[in-house]
């Protein structure tokens, strides 16, 4: 049998670190980075006798997040310990969710190329972060910080629904995006703060039983996960192939190797040995509750592409793409304020953002400038203060040294020449050099004229306003 023979299934166990202003149990903030363990007190600590008492608003992000994934909120939910040892975690056990998580069976859509597909999801529960580790470089030994100890986390765990790596990589970007758009993440995947579990198996097409999974712990960019599923499945395949038996392994991702590695057995629920937190009342939630909190969820993407459709004339391709994410939405949004101008703001989006983010790996969230800066950009364009070629060149500088679009070319001297006399010039000057495309233009050649235009072009560094010396060429070879 052949790689062909065979599907591949994934489920996605996804943690996203809320971004509540203070940790899950005590009042310390939950702000990333800042010196090793000066965002600790002695709940987070885990010093003996410390009691935690739970965020309320930590419950109210979680319910958001069910609700806006179609997931039923359930009314009574408490706390459970999941005990195990780690040096990040003191206390010894994590506060969790185990047979009664806040929210449960909702779905999402993601689109395939056979259409949209919906990707369940089991739960949503709500736990603590743990610690950070800290290897020295210098081999004086491991350090503990614990500034993350305690940051709210929900974990999404999905159904095993998933068929391939582009359907794991759409799903993790639709959940990334909801998240973000009810504001309840920054979900910053560099700083950890969307990570996920990425559960693989293999099993024969038509097959109706899933196959022995293996797990990969942390991933935290939609690139190693796409190429840790595409690795796993081959491995797999390859053992299934030659007559052995996949374990049920945690695995660890290498990126430099591009290759996975056994981290330990897999644990069952078992081995944690679960129970109720006892300094933990139960989580009852009132009809009220939830239903206020449903009444209040901020416009999902679904929403504000039908807007940018109706109200903006977006094409369908360009809505989907700044509803994609909510930091371009919102940068859509600030920017057209400014120009008035929908189609080149998404159309600068689509094409030149998209692409040096793409070449930098980096997410939207990354854009080290905002929604101000594009729509003064787009204003310098429909102003004729600049072409369309030189806006590419301003966003490129806007990426590595952000200021105002106007400042940037007036120090690169990148103004557009709208001058008749300095236009006419530039003409002249051409047509003198390229008698041959003259003649071509007389006997009816009209590519002779494009080729003159981006002569012209290429001499004035493509600061030529392009109408002005298409216009005069033709009123120069017509004479
Ligand atoms: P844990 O990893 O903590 O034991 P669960 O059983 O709750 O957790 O979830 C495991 C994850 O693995 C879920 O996202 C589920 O969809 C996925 N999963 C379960 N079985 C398979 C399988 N055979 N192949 C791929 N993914 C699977
Ligand atoms: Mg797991
Ligand atoms: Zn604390």
Redo the contacts with the bound molecule.
């Keep these: 049998m052949s790689k062909e023979d065979y599907e591949i299934?994934?489920?996605?166990?996804v943690h996203c670190e809320l971004s509540t202003k203070t940790k899950i149990f005590c009042s310390c903030p939950t702000e990333f980075g800042g010196e090793p363990n000066t965002h600790c007190c002695p709940i987070c600590m885990a010093m003996p006798g410390t009691l935690p008492v739970l965020n309320e608003k930590v419950v109210e992000y979680a319910v958001k997040a069910g609700l806006a994934t179609n997931c039923t909120i359930s009314q009574n939910s408490k706390n459970d310990r999941k005990n195990y040892f780690y040096p990040d975690l003191p206390k010894a056990y994590q506060i969790s969710q185990y047979d009664m998580p806040l929210c449960e069976h909702g779905y999402v859509t993601i689109e395939t190329e056979d259409g949209e597909k919906k990707i369940r999801l089991?739960?949503i529960h709500i736990e603590e972060d743990a610690g950070k580790l800290n290897h020295d470089d210098y081999g004086r030994g491991t350090f503990v910080d614990l500034n993350r100890a305690g940051v709210p986390l929900i974990e999404c765990?999905?159904?095993?629904?998933?068929r391939s790596p582009q359907e794991a990589e759409a799903y993790l970007r639709k959940l990334k995006s909801i998240f973000e758009y009810i504001e309840v993440s920054d979900c910053k995947m560099q700083e950890g703060s969307l990570r996920a579990?990425v559960?693989?198996?293999v099993?024969k097409k038509g097959s109706n039983e899933?196959?022995?999974?293996t797990?990969c712990k942390n991933m935290n960019s939609f690139r190693s996960i796409v190429r840790e599923i595409e690795y796993e499945a081959n491995r797999q395949i390859e053992v299934l192939e030659n007559g052995g038996v996949v374990e049920q392994e945690t695995l660890r991702w290498d990126d430099v190797s591009g290759r996975t590695f056994p981290m330990r057995d897999?644990?069952?629920?078992q081995d944690y040995r679960y129970f109720p937190d006892p300094d933990l009342v139960a989580i009852k939630l009132s009809d009220e509750y939830i239903e206020n909190i449903r009444q209040n969820l901020p416009e999902l993407p679904e929403s504000r592409k039908k807007r940018y459709l109706e109200e903006y004339l977006l094409i369908p391709k360009a809505a989907n793409f700044v509803t994609s994410s909510k930091y371009y939405s919102d940068m859509f949004e600030e920017a057209i304020k400014i120009c008035n101008n929908p189609k080149t703001a998404s159309n600068l989006m689509m094409s030149e953002i998209a692409r040096i983010l793409n070449e930098k790996e980096e997410e939207p969230e990354n854009i080290p400038f905002t929604g101000k800066e594009l729509g003064e950009l787009v204003q310098l364009i429909d102003k004729g203060t600049i072409s369309s070629s030189i806006a590419k060149k301003v966003l490129e500088e806007l990426f590595v040294n952000p200021k105002a679009p106007s400042e940037i070319i007036e120090e690169k001297g990148w103004v557009q020449i709208s001058d008749e006399g300095a236009i006419k010039e530039v003409v002249m000057k051409i047509l003198e050099v390229n008698p041959q495309s003259i003649a071509d233009f007389k006997a009816g050649k009209d590519k002779a004229l494009g080729f003159l235009v981006g002569q012209a072009m290429k001499e004035t560094k493509g600061k030529a306003n392009p109408q002005m010396l298409n216009k005069m060429f033709i009123e120069e070879l017509k004479k």
């Design positions: 299934v994934i489920g996605l166990e089991l739960r765990v999905s159904e095993p629904d998933l579990d559960n693989v198996s099993r899933f196959g022995t999974r797990e897999k644990e069952d629920a």
